[in-house]
């Protein structure tokens, strides 16, 4: 309920957070927690309210009711409460465009840290570190106006990476992208969780979704339909299809054909030679 402290262990997590467009309700009572997965994955069709709730996870938006939770508390909306927040979860949005302000890469990721007032020598450390993490070194000193689609993303991700956050939040990481940016981005998504970093993700991209997130959330108009761990929501396909969403082709082999359910493309491979 309300003001209940969530088992959140100074995690981030909302309580029946509540949020409305002038007088349209869009968020309804949204009780999350994202505390207990190393990445969670926000699903749902279009509408369904997901760039809405992660604008308040990043408290851009202020709930009407309910709240979101950092640092076992309710988030106050004051500039020292903003800015602990904003040092801690950072979202990467759809469009890099909106998040690259310099021309040049390096000086565009390296921009926040210096706002900050963080010494050059850090801020040198980091930006290395982010762009090894993001295959962004071969780049670095290109502007930015001649980089694809797909390197900005990675370039946006970086500077996000910089800021050294407990949550990175990402919407639609895949969207616009190639197969092979796809690929690309699936890597990177991977490396970030294997330093450790805790990830919440919006995708349309199902299949993604089901391969590298631990937990999910099914929204359908502002509220949860589902939770639990991708295989748990994604076996359900009638649930699925209410909310207006497909199978990943993983989990559709396993439930149309008997199949077992893999994780991976390289899992079903290893069945299907021994089948
Ligand atoms: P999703 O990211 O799942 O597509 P959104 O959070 O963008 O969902 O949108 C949820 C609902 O809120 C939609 O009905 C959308 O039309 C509405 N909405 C989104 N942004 C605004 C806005 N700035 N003003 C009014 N309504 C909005």
């Given at each position: 309920?309300?003001?209940?402290?969530?088992?959140?262990?100074g995690g981030l997590a909302t309580r029946t957070l509540c949020f409305s467009y002038q007088d349209k309700?869009?968020?309804?009572?949204?009780?999350?927690?994202?505390?207990?997965?190393?990445?969670?994955?926000?699903?749902?069709?279009?509408?369904?309210?997901?760039?809405?709730?992660?604008?308040?996870?990043?408290?851009?938006?202020?709930?009407?009711?309910?709240?979101?939770?950092?640092?076992?508390?309710?988030?106050?909306?004051?500039?020292?409460?903003?800015?602990?927040?904003?040092?801690?979860?950072?979202?990467?949005?759809?469009?890099?465009?909106?998040?690259?302000?310099?021309?040049?890469?390096?000086?565009?990721?390296?921009?926040?840290?210096?706002?900050?007032?963080?010494?050059?020598?850090?801020?040198?450390?980091?930006?290395?570190?982010?762009?090894?993490?993001?295959?962004?070194?071969?780049?670095?000193?290109?502007?930015?106006?001649?980089?694809?689609?797909?390197?900005?993303?990675?370039?946006?991700?970086?500077?996000?990476?910089?800021?050294?956050?407990?949550?990175?939040?990402?919407?639609?990481?895949?969207?616009?992208?190639?197969?092979?940016?796809?690929?690309?981005?699936?890597?990177?998504?991977?490396?970030?969780?294997?330093?450790?970093?805790?990830?919440?993700?919006?995708?349309?991209?199902?299949?993604?979704?089901?391969?590298?997130?631990?937990?999910?959330?099914?929204?359908?108009?502002?509220?949860?339909?589902?939770?639990?761990?991708?295989?748990?929501?994604?076996?359900?396909?009638?649930?699925?299809?209410?909310?207006?969403?497909?199978?990943?082709?993983?989990?559709?082999?396993?439930?149309?054909?008997?199949?077992?359910?893999?994780?991976?493309?390289?899992?079903?491979?290893?069945?299907?030679?021994?089948?």
């Amino acid at each position: 309920q309300t003001g209940t402290k969530p088992n959140i262990d100074g995690g981030l997590a909302t309580r029946t957070l509540c949020f409305s467009y002038q007088d349209k309700p869009v968020l309804k009572h949204l009780t999350l927690d994202f505390s207990h997965f190393n990445v969670t994955g926000i699903i749902g069709a279009n509408g369904s309210g997901k760039s809405t709730l992660f604008m308040n996870l990043s408290g851009i938006y202020q709930p009407q009711e309910g709240e979101v939770w950092w640092d076992d508390e309710p988030l106050v909306y004051s500039k020292k409460g903003l800015r602990a927040l904003r040092q801690s979860v950072v979202t990467v949005f759809q469009d890099p465009d909106q998040q690259i302000f310099y021309s040049d890469v390096e000086n565009d990721i390296a921009f926040s840290l210096r706002n900050l007032g963080i010494e050059e020598a850090e801020i040198k450390r980091r930006t290395d570190w982010a762009l090894r993490l993001v295959d962004a070194q071969h780049f670095r000193h290109t502007p930015v106006q001649c980089l694809s689609f797909g390197q900005k993303k990675r370039v946006a991700i970086a500077g996000a990476l910089v800021m050294q956050s407990d949550y990175l939040l990402l919407d639609e990481p895949t969207a616009g992208l190639d197969p092979s940016g796809r690929r690309k981005m699936l890597a990177i998504i991977e490396q970030i969780v294997a330093q450790g970093k805790r990830i919440i993700i919006s995708s349309h991209d199902i299949d993604l979704i089901y391969q590298i997130c631990d937990g999910l959330y099914l929204l359908s108009n502002g509220e949860v339909l589902s939770s639990g761990s991708p295989q748990e929501v994604l076996v359900n396909k009638t649930l699925l299809e209410s909310a207006g969403l497909e199978q990943p082709w993983l989990v559709k082999l396993h439930c149309e054909a008997g199949l077992p359910l893999c994780k991976t493309e390289q899992e079903m491979i290893a069945v299907l030679r021994h089948w």
